[in-house]
């Protein structure tokens, strides 16, 4: 009856309060749950005593449903905070099915350990994943000794209501005990409508849980989700900022009889780009179609406009979004376009993935910081047994034409080979000694192998003008506790583009006179600025820090002519991890990453490629290194993606690199603007 | 949830506590503001701001306290605050003290101070009551310094999300108090909350906010507070001038460290950091063949603490004291079973009480 009473109040206030009850969901995570029942006329010391029964009412209802689960072994390698040992799930069938957090398996344990209220343990096995909304089916024998599963009510979707009590459960300090946070549900269908989102505590430490009503049912599994999501760790650097979400519980069990046949489930994909990143304001329109892609095969087109998807008119990105996010890998989609004022409709099976693009290559370094006063690309070196040296192009040249088209500068040369994949013929015309020529080549694949005779840049004539500062400093960004040190080299020239290399040290091994030792003349000879950001943790990196690490950069980039093409991140063991996490998360301006002695951590999933936004890798690692043949797998699978990898192995112990090998790692670096 | 992430950053800090005041404030016609009202009518009288040592670049120079007898005196964190000859004390009312540190335990990570003053409104430690899961609480501290001269502290509002153990999340937490805790889903333990109270909504003690503590893996924050039952002993031990200290690393360590090899267990080498402890092999006639453990177990448990990895095991032996017999849980295929071993070596038998070791 208390409960009852309860509900009736928290929605008669909810309708009373609804102006503070917006601004509190956005800005305070303190105090939402005293204002609701405000307008009943029960005494106030009522219904703060009635409100604590409410939720251990429903804490005890739940409880027996949410199980303790322990992960053993696994292959995190432990830098980048990631990955719980011990977590929740929840129980959906009597004879042992539980559904967790895909967070805390993606690190492969060799062991999963579920322990009972009671405190029996049982052995479980990962039965399958949806990849799509981060959820892990669980499966345990149970021995007849040991009773039924207690299976948790369900609350119902459209019994859902923003304003209404939340709590978020879980078993992570006691198997005994469940653990509660109290809250409130702050929105529905979040993140393209595959979210509950709500401003109880959510962290790594409780996905996995249920979030549950005041009545004690499952609304939803906690999990790190982010709209933003393009590798595996999205979301979790949103924990408990009053923000926290839950997949519905509903959406779940609609897959669950295809993830009990042990079948991964995936996002779907369409295949097509869609010009510009406003997900608002810009129509629809298809601005290529990914070959062989979904949306090929089915006959779409570019400049096709999209007005409807499954009967559901659609006027931008966003909404386009809502319907294909939720979808998975396999669905069908039928989608209705205008082409030449006429309406087209096609369906087609979403994929799981595309075809990899694979960048084109000619074979040239182009002239850095081209003069003014000639139009094109010039030519500074042309890589042997490349397809620009069997057209017999040489450094000297100029090509001012590709295609047909008048090339203005080395960026119209860069964006027009977008359009091209390894293979295609396309053709070229040249100057030499004042004369034109043409040539036919056909592109090749990026090179992997580093050529050790990359010719220095020349430096330009006169006089050099006001520098920026030189030589090493720090550089202090007031809203971080991070520190971060900076070389620029004593030679900058504020008409020479410089590379940039992001070092990111192994935790618990900064030495600023090493590294400097090692980069200095390095940087005054190949035109590099060295940016070395620390851990604010000496002893680990943390996924939260590559905000900081952005930030240096764009503060570098602010007072340096950046050479955009030769932005490097770099670094050694668990420096490393974090190298890849900064390069496949900040896409849009780095361009290589050179890890040393290090997989790629075990949650992160490498981003496709992509046309615009090339990425090279370069991978030095001992044989005698504990990952070695983990490193090795994710090389066949970065070059699968079509990435160039460059491969350095070392017979000896895991170190970091000699001084003949670092050569050849900044010659890597020089060659990144190559086309 | 309970464990929480903080933005790292001042100026995100400064907002948050901008918006929980700001919070307090807009709530404070709301129903269970009114009733928490005559709580924290009590309790801010017997909360007190604690200057002393600090200010440097991170560690802030203050924190909270809760006066336990009329005669001032103070139960509060042991923190690196208190190690000066100069320890300030502010009573609700603005009167200041000098304080004198009567006696600390390094390991509960308490202290207690003094002040010259009477008739002023305690917490008598011995009424205090004890929090369960889901229990709504109220947190009084000085958070960052806020509050200063006459100014009252500050209030939170929370649930106890968890009663539990900080020595239950081995390894996840640097910290020499490894007993009882309540974790408070609330972010209770900011800088300068420490030695702060938190009590249920009529105002009652629970117990002592703790000190910021950051869990080394998921680098969230864990609010917590140590329940007053794991302190009373210790504070009357103080104020009865009994001093104590102990040295939190040593007290742990067996004298006498388990080692499973004398039991014939032979496990696989421990090739990478997290590498699980799996037998390789037996050895015949031992106590381990004789129990029919075998090659290729995954051992999950000994004594009943769970085992992660090798690293972990030799971590976890060096706090047990090597048994005549001890039980080990092994996954062996999908099914886990239980295994007694028995020592035939004559030198394992249980050693006399350790240094220090509380009775």
Request: glycine residues 8%; hydrophobic residues 45%.
């Amino acid at each position: 009856m208390t409960l009852t009473l309860l509900r009736r109040a928290t929605l008669r206030g909810r309708r009373a309060w609804l102006v503070t009850l917006v601004a509190l969901i956005i800005a305070c995570s303190v105090g939402i749950a005293g204002c609701v029942g405000q307008v009943e006329a029960a005494p106030p010391e009522d219904l703060a005593e009635r409100e604590q029964q409410a939720i251990r009412a429903a804490l005890e209802k739940v409880a027996p449903s949410v199980l303790q689960v322990q992960t053993i072994g696994g292959s995190a390698t432990g830098n980048t905070g990631l990955g719980q040992q011990t977590s929740s799930a929840v129980a959906i069938s009597p004879d042992g099915f539980l559904v967790s957090s895909e967070f805390n398996f993606a690190q492969k344990p060799s062991a999963i350990l579920v322990t009972l209220g009671d405190g029996t343990n049982l052995s479980a096995r990962l039965v399958a994943t949806d990849r799509n909304r981060g959820i892990v089916l669980l499966k345990i024998d149970l021995p007849s000794e040991v009773a039924p599963l207690s299976v948790a009510e369900i609350a119902p979707r459209d019994e859902l209501r923003v304003g209404a009590w939340a709590l978020a459960v879980g078993r992570i300090y006691e198997a005994k005990q469940p653990n509660v946070s109290v809250g409130i549900i702050s929105a529905l269908d979040r993140v393209w409508g595959k979210a509950v989102q709500t401003d109880a505590k959510v962290s790594p430490s409780n996905y996995g849980g249920p979030l549950v009503d005041i009545r004690g049912r499952v609304i939803g599994i906690l999990a790190p989700l982010s709209p933003h999501a393009d590798m595996g760790m999205s979301g979790t650097d949103w924990y408990d900022s009053g923000i926290g979400f839950a997949v519905p519980m509903a959406d779940i069990l609609a897959v669950v009889p295809r993830l009990r046949k042990g079948q991964d489930l995936h996002g779907g994909l369409l295949g097509i780009s869609i010009e510009g990143r406003d997900l608002y304001s810009v129509p629809p329109k298809i601005a290529a179609v990914h070959p062989r892609g979904p949306a090929d095969e089915a006959g779409l087109l570019a400049d096709d406009l999209i007005v409807a998807v499954n009967g559901k008119s659609v006027e931008n990105r966003a909404q386009l979004q809502h319907v294909v996010s939720p979808l998975y890998a396999g669905d069908e989609v039928t989608l209705a376009v205008m082409r030449d004022k006429k309406r087209v409709e096609r369906s087609l099976q979403l994929a799981e993935e595309l075809i990899p693009y694979a960048h084109p290559f000619i074979g040239i370094l182009p002239v850095r910081d081209g003069h003014e006063d000639a139009a094109g690309a010039g030519v500074r070196y042309v890589y042997p047994d490349s397809p620009a040296a069997q057209a017999g192009l040489a450094s000297g040249d100029r090509i001012t034409e590709f295609q047909g088209t008048e090339l203005t500068d080395v960026a119209a040369l860069r964006q027009a080979l977008r359009r091209y994949i390894p293979g295609e013929v396309v053709d070229l015309s040249f100057q030499r000694d004042g004369a034109t020529k043409s040539a036919e080549i056909t592109l090749a694949a990026l090179p992997e192998d580093v050529p050790d005779d990359l010719p220095l840049v020349e430096r330009p004539a006169g006089p050099v003008g006001k520098r920026p500062r030189t030589g090493a400093f720090d550089l202090k960004l007031p809203e971080f506790e991070n520190e971060c040190v900076v070389y620029v080299p004593k030679n900058y020239h504020p008409q020479m583009s410089h590379g940039v290399v992001i070092w990111l040290t192994a935790p618990g091994k900064f030495d600023k006179e090493a590294l400097l030792n090692r980069w200095k003349e390095v940087c005054a000879r190949r035109q590099l600025i060295l940016l070395a950001p620390q851990p604010r943790d000496k002893e680990r990196w943390a996924a939260d820090e590559l905000d900081f690490v952005r930030r240096t950069y764009d503060e570098v980039a602010k007072d340096y002519r950046i050479d955009a093409s030769r932005v490097v991140a770099h670094g050694h063991e668990g420096g490393a991890a974090m190298a890849y996490l900064v390069a496949f998360s900040q896409r849009d301006v780095v361009r290589g990453v050179a890890a040393v002695q290090s997989p790629i951590p075990a949650v992160v999933r490498p981003p496709a490629t992509d046309p615009a936004r090339p990425l090279a890798i370069y991978v030095a690692i001992s044989k005698q290194h504990e990952y070695a043949s983990r490193v090795t797998d994710q090389i066949k699978a970065l070059r699968k993606m079509k990435y160039p990898v460059t491969e350095v192995r070392f017979p000896e112990k895991p170190r970091y690199l000699l001084d003949s090998e670092l050569a050849g790692l900044v010659q890597w670096i020089d060659g990144l603007d190559r086309l | 949830m309970t464990e929480s992430w903080r933005p790292p950053t001042r100026l995100l800090r400064v907002a948050t506590l901008a918006l929980s005041l700001w919070g307090v404030l807009v709530l404070a016609p709301c129903g269970e503001a009114a009733a928490s009202r005559a709580a924290v009518e009590r309790v801010q009288p017997r909360v007190v701001k604690i200057y002393g040592a600090g200010g440097l670049r991170g560690l802030e120079a203050y924190q909270s306290g809760v006066l336990v007898s009329a005669e001032g005196h103070i139960l509060t964190t042991w923190s690196y605050v208190l190690d000066t000859e100069a320890v300030t004390v502010i009573l609700d009312d603005g009167r200041k003290f000098e304080a004198d540190l009567l006696g600390a335990d390094p390991v509960l990570e308490i202290a207690v101070l003094k002040i010259d003053a009477e008739d002023l409104s305690f917490f008598d430690l011995a009424a205090a009551v004890e929090g369960d899961t889901g229990m709504r609480v109220l947190a009084f501290s000085n958070l960052y310094g806020v509050a200063t001269g006459d100014e009252r502290v500050s209030v939170q509002r929370g649930v106890v999300a968890a009663v539990t153990t900080l020595a239950g999340r081995q390894g996840a937490f640097v910290t020499p108090y490894r007993g009882r805790v309540y974790v408070v889903d609330a972010i209770t333990n900011n800088p300068g909350a420490t030695g702060g109270a938190l009590t249920d909504i009529r105002g009652q003690l629970l117990g002592i906010l703790g000190k910021e503590l950051r869990d080394r893996r998921s680098q969230a924050w864990l609010n917590y507070a140590v329940p007053i039952a794991e302190l009373r002993e210790a504070v009357s031990d103080i104020r009865a001038g009994k001093f104590r200290r102990r040295d939190p690393a040593k007290e742990r360590l067996a004298r006498n460290p388990l080692d499973l090899t004398a039991f014939g267990i032979v496990f696989v080498p421990n090739v990478v950091d997290s590498t699980p402890a799996y037998v390789d092999a037996v050895r015949p006639d031992s106590s381990a063949a004789t129990s029919g453990l075998q090659p290729d177990d995954l051992v999950l448990f000994v004594g009943g603490v769970l085992i992660r990895s090798l690293r972990d095991l030799r971590e976890q032996a060096k706090l047990i004291e090597q048994p005549a017999e001890i039980s080990l849980i092994v996954r062996r295929g999908e099914e886990l079973k239980t295994v007694m071993l028995q020592s035939t070596d004559a030198e394992a038998e249980v050693g006399e009480p350790r240094e220090g070791e509380q009775p």
